[in-house]
């Protein structure tokens, strides 16, 4: 068989079609991955390089903790307890810990995860949100020049900036082009490795991104896929389902992480946090520096920032078009969600968003990725009437348009008080890009060819970068510090020195003492950030941020301990202590004095005897001789999980509860015992269940599919070869 237009086999033509495909592919690859290294190099070099980290909470828990997770135990052996701050607690309890997340793993077997290799992990994150952006455009079918708009533009998304500090921001930021991708009818699901990669990207996004952040995105994504399906009408045997079996086995991978974590703090929406301004410099943020003392909200949640090009390339995008559809149901949805407005009595009520702490914040993703889009359609309209020709795109109304956005956006400048060098110099670039994007959409320059189109693609980019820096250098406080003051500042060494000289005591037949807190700490010295230092050199501490407030189990070891009483003393001392089991005290602290004998003598109450005999991560051993049955209680948080086994002649598990002082406590039967102390998190089974279930799904559509394409090429083959009849 042959092809008529070339008198080769139709296989041969077939092969050098992919051939020639290729080429180009790798060429675009190249570039995509030197445009990212550059991007990288231009903001991030010292980052790279170890002379900067990010400051703040950067440098607490998020990060420490995440080490403390990869270097106990890992994705397949974790473990459950976490010794290092209050008392311990479950590892599963914490959503923040960088838990079940492959980047962070990855990581960890390049070098010990200290807080310069977590800011090398930060400035990787955003070429992965840039890289997202990119590819997410190609797959609309918006051309190359387009996509690396977008790729420029999402670079320079708030997140990575001034949300720096809060990991699982960032991440969100990162990751929000990809969910919109894999959700997309854009996405080769007819490959066979696209369900299950899908699967595993989805299951990633959503384990390492705030939750209320992860919310708003996941509104945005079925508001999707709703517009797509009404739109586009794919066949749901080639989208809904796939995207269905992919969405699944991704949750399924998710809920390894949230069974366990529901099930030790239980289901509570975020603390009540005052409301988000939103007024005109809130607004002028958009485009202006946003370090100013006097706008409203924190300073890592006020930034609404587009790179230069932006705004005025939206105005240009075409109608109903995929972009136009895929942008303004983006921004849509995150003004519904977060912009104050009288929608809110309903939206703030929908499912989930209790999560949301600062729903205004967390709905710059969707408005800023929806003007992104909307612009990379606007640019590629242009670039396209330029080479192919055609009446000009600024006619009246466009032109109206662009004067109005340059003089709104003076307005807002004046108007909300920025002061003059603040906003001179961005709203000069902004008129410079829209008379650029203006002339190269003028009746003048329409089918000028590739040369103007060239120039256009340059000016447009550098202009973008050039914004996104000056924007990024001009606002650098809550994303670059120095790394070596920072670390020393906290811990008077740094985190790789920690490491290095790590030593957990698990080998001891007692858990170590913790490092106690300073004198008549307050609430801020307790909740000190540098108390993280506990997870890098493995010396459990009394105090430390880990984000558990909310949970009675912890917020009962933080008052007895913080508040102010004769009772605080014995507490601090008591929750101090080595590893113990001592005589519990009903609505009480054990006493100074009897912490003090059961270390010294082993006499740890009245006709109590309780010796250490063995201690790993997790688990307590303890030899007891007790006259009579007695209540006694472990100097360990109590959660849901504990499980204690008393053996003498026989074992016998014995009934767990929490202490007044927040302790482990139970009663000890008499006479001489061993006392096997676990901690097993609740759902660990089912938890592990479930992940493997996840794989097994995505495992069996990839199968499938596999199959289905083998079974063609060889039912294609033999029909090649089947001799002709007649």
């Known amino acids: ?91 599963a309890a914490s959503v923040q810990n960088s838990s079940d997340y492959l980047p962070v793993g990855l990581m960890s077997l390049v070098m010990p995860f200290s807080i310069h290799a977590a800011t090398i992990l930060h400035a990787l994150h955003a070429a992965l949100g840039a890289a997202g952006a990119y590819i997410m ?23 990575y900036y001034s949300n720096a500090q809060h990991v699982d921001i960032a991440r969100g930021f990162a990751w929000a082009p990809w969910i919109i991708v894999c959700v997309s009818p854009w996405w080769p699901w007819r490959r066979w490795w696209s369900i299950p990669l899908a699967g595993v ?54 809920l390894h992480k949230y069974i366990p974590n529901l099930l030790t703090r239980g289901v509570s929406g975020s603390p009540q946090q005052p409301e988000q301004a939103f007024d005109l410099g809130i607004l002028g943020t958009v485009y202006l520096p946003y370090d100013f003392d006097w706008l409203p909200n924190d300073l890592s949640m006020r930034s609404f920032f587009v790179v230069a090009g932006v705004l005025p390339l939206v105005l240009f995008a075409r109608l109903r078009s995929p972009g136009w559809w895929t942008g303004l149901a983006l921004a849509a949805t995150g003004i519904l969600l977060g912009v104050p407005g009288p929608w809110n009595t309903v939206t703030s009520h929908l499912p989930g968003m209790s999560l949301s702490r600062f729903q205004l914040a967390d709905s710059r993703v969707l408005m800023t990725l929806g003007l992104v889009v909307l612009a990379a359609e606007g640019f590629a309209r242009v670039l396209d009437r330029v080479r192919s020709g055609g009446p000009g795109l600024l006619g009246p109304v466009r032109s109206t348009g662009l004067v109005v956005l340059l003089a709104s956006a003076l307005g807002v400048a004046l108007g909300a008080g920025f002061p003059t060098e603040a906003w001179r110099g961005p709203w000069l670039l902004m008129v410079g890009i829209t008379a650029l994007i203006a002339l190269a959409a003028s009746p003048a320059l329409a089918a000028r060819g590739n040369v103007v189109a060239s120039l256009v693609v340059v000016g447009v980019l550098a202009a973008a970068t050039f914004s996104g820096t ?76 880990v984000n558990l407030f909310g949970v009675p ?26 590893g113990m089991l001592v005589e519990d005290v009903a609505d009480g602290v054990p006493s100074t004095a009897t912490v003090g004998a059961c270390l010294e003598t082993g006499a740890c109450g009245r006709g109590l005897e309780a010796d250490a005999t063995g201690y790993t991560q997790g688990e307590w051993h303890y030899r007891t001789v007790a006259d009579a049955a007695t209540r006694v209680v472990l100097n360990e948080t ?27 406590a139970f009663d000890l039967p008499a ?9 097993r998190t609740p759902g660990w089974t089912a938890s592990w269940i479930v992940f493997w279930a996840g794989f097994a799904v995505l495992g069996c559509a990839a199968s499938w599919r596999l199959g289905a394409v083998i079974s063609t090429a060889v039912l294609s083959r033999r029909g090649r070869r089947s001799p002709v009849v007649g």
């Open 201 to 254: 990207l989805l299951w990633q996004a959503a384990i390492s991104t705030y939750p209320g952040l992860l919310v708003q995105i996941a509104y945005g994504a079925v508001a999707l896929v709703v517009v797509w399906q009404v739109t586009a009408r794919p066949h749901w045997r080639r989208y809904l389902l796939p995207l269905g079996v992919a969405a699944v086995g991704a949750l399924l991978l998710t």
């Open 1 to 91: 068989m042959t092809d008529s237009t070339t008198a080769l086999p139709a296989t041969q033509v077939r092969a050098a079609s992919r051939a020639g495909a290729l080429w180009p592919r790798l060429l675009e690859t190249s570039l995509v991955v030197l445009a990212l290294v550059a991007l990288e190099a231009l903001v991030f070099r010292r980052h790279w390089s170890g002379e900067l980290t990010i400051p703040w909470d950067f440098t607490g828990t998020y990060n420490a903790e995440a080490f403390a997770w990869w270097e106990d135990g890992g994705l397949l052996h974790p473990q459950q307890w976490m010794p290092y701050q209050w008392g311990g607690y479950p590892a």
């Open 671 to 679: 006479g001489t015992n061993d006392v096997t102390i676990v901690y």
């Open 137 to 159: 455009v190609r797959r609309m079918s918006l051309g190359r020049y387009a996509a690396a708009f977008a790729l420029v533009a999402w670079f320079f998304a708030v997140g």
């Open 638 to 664: 109590f959660y849901p999980g504990f499980v204690v086994t008393a053996c003498s002649s026989s074992c016998v598990d014995l009934p767990v509860s929490a202490a007044a002082s927040g302790g482990v």
């Open 470 to 545: 000056t924007w990024a250098n001009e606002n650098h406080r809550p994303w670059r510090v120095d790394r070596l003051e920072e670390e020393t500042r906290l811990w008077g060494v740094t985190s790789d020195e920690l490491i290095a000289a790590r030593d957990t005591g698990y080998g001891g037949v007692r858990r170590p003492a913790r490092v106690p807190l300073p004198e008549d700490a307050t609430p801020e010295a307790a909740r000190w950030p540098g108390w993280s230092l506990a997870y890098f050199n493995g010396r459990p501490t009394l105090g430390g941020y």
């Open 553 to 578: 189990s912890f917020d009962a070891v933080y008052d007895v301990v913080m508040r102010e009483g004769p009772l605080r003393q014995d507490a601090i001392v008591f929750w101090e202590a080595p």
